[in-house]
């Protein structure tokens, strides 16, 4: 069974892209298990915004 992707706040893609940036350069790349779990929420948060920011297609 597939655990629901928890419900996170709207922000845009680039906001999330920009937390992730930072995030990695103030670890040099390096994460710590903690790092590591925020890292893993933004990541699906950013696929979040990107699936809501895209277009859907079809109903045309």
Same mark, same amino acid.
């Given at each position: 069974?597939?655990?629901?992707?928890?419900?996170?706040?709207?922000?845009?893609?680039?906001? =999330?892209? @920009?937390?992730?940036?930072?995030?990695?350069?103030? !670890?040099?790349?390096?994460?710590? #298990?903690?790092?590591?779990?925020?890292?893993?929420?933004? =990541?699906? @948060?950013?696929?979040?915004?990107?699936?809501?920011? !895209?277009?859907?297609?079809?109903? #045309?």
């Amino acid at each position: 069974m597939v655990a629901p992707e928890p419900v996170l706040p709207q922000r845009s893609s680039a906001e =999330v892209n @920009e937390l992730i940036r930072t995030l990695m350069q103030h !670890t040099s790349g390096i994460l710590t #298990s903690q790092k590591r779990h925020e890292y893993e929420l933004l =990541v699906v @948060e950013w696929a979040q915004a990107v699936r809501r920011e !895209t277009p859907r297609q079809g109903n #045309s």
